[in-house]
């Protein structure tokens, strides 16, 4: 099956008085059409910068090297006018806050329409009708258009969000930290709504989190990230069962489930992306760590189908 994005030696680097922070350095991934593949990693790993620069919404000054292609149409060369089109009909995206991303000035009639008729030459009632189908698939009954974001709670904010990343019917919708600021039973909800949409409108979806459980409740596949790199991506059962990279084993190690007797968690703290540690970018923190894991860069191996690792000792995990 021909893959609906290919990304291939992806780099962003940020503009600092230090020099280039690499906020992404050097990952590859492919992303089939209907499939579900998390990302996750601790805060400042670069996921959602990965995102971010999927949808070309980096800030001024930022270099972006390697290609983005979706549908064999590559992204990182399109000008920003041709990336206006593209995002929101294309390729959507569900922000982790949608307190800051809503305009508190502005109905959700007009945030609708906005997003709308800005990708579509159509009649403003034609758009209307899509919203409010879209925030009917949503639970949000029509009355609710004319109310502003500050009078929904943070469930209902989410909720319209999802809405207005789904009413232009994208064929990928990256969803970044999109239950953070949520209870549990509302985050239930939530990843409920991701699932069932994701059915029907047959899209594929990028899910960047640190939840773990999120991503074994909805994802195909997931990718564990650190410093800016993959150092594990593999289908979501195989990587949950037999996880490779010491990394991932001690993020699944730090879960909370009703067994645990005591708390995990791994020593150190993630490394600054200005002048990260040389070769294996996680040595300083390794239990497992050799001398060779600080001269030499791990090689980008297949240890079973579909299952990959950037580990010098990864054999003696398996």
Known sequence: MQP?????????????????????????????PAETMGVVGETGCGKSSLGKAILGILPPGTRLE???????????????????????KDVALIFQDP???????????????????????????????????????MGIPESRLDNYPHEFSGGMRQRIMIAMALVMNPRLLIADEPTTSLDVIVEAQILNILEDLKRVYK???LLITHNLGIVAEVCDRVAVMYAGE????????????????PYTRGLLA?????????????????????????????????????????TKDPEWVEYTPGHFAACHFGRDFL
């Open 203 to 205: 899209m594929s979806l």
């Open 254 to 294: 730090s879960i909370i489930h009703l067994e645990s007797k005591e708390l995990n968690s791994i020593d150190g703290l993630p490394p600054d992306l200005v002048s990260p540690p040389p070769a294996c970018r996680f040595h300083p923190r390794c239990a497992y760590v050799q001398d060779v894991c600080r």
């Open 99 to 137: 307190t800051t991303r809503l305009d508190p000035l502005m109905t959700i009639r007009d945030h609708f329409l906005e997003t709308i008729l800005s990708h579509e030459k159509i009649a403003r009632q034609v758009a209307l009708e899509r919203a409010k189908k879209a925030l009917a698939s």
């Open 66 to 88: 390697g290609s983005i292609l979706l549908d064999g149409r590559d992204l990182a060369a399109l000008s920003r006018e041709e990336l206006r089109q593209v995002r929101g």
């Open 4 to 32: 609906l994005l290919e990304v291939r030696d992806l780099r962003v680097l940020f503009r600092t008085k230090r020099g280039p922070l690499r906020a992404v350095d050097g990952v590859t991934f492919d992303l089939a």
């Open 230 to 245: 993959f150092v594990e991506l593999g289908p979501m059962r195989e990587v949950f069962k037999h996880p490779i990279h």
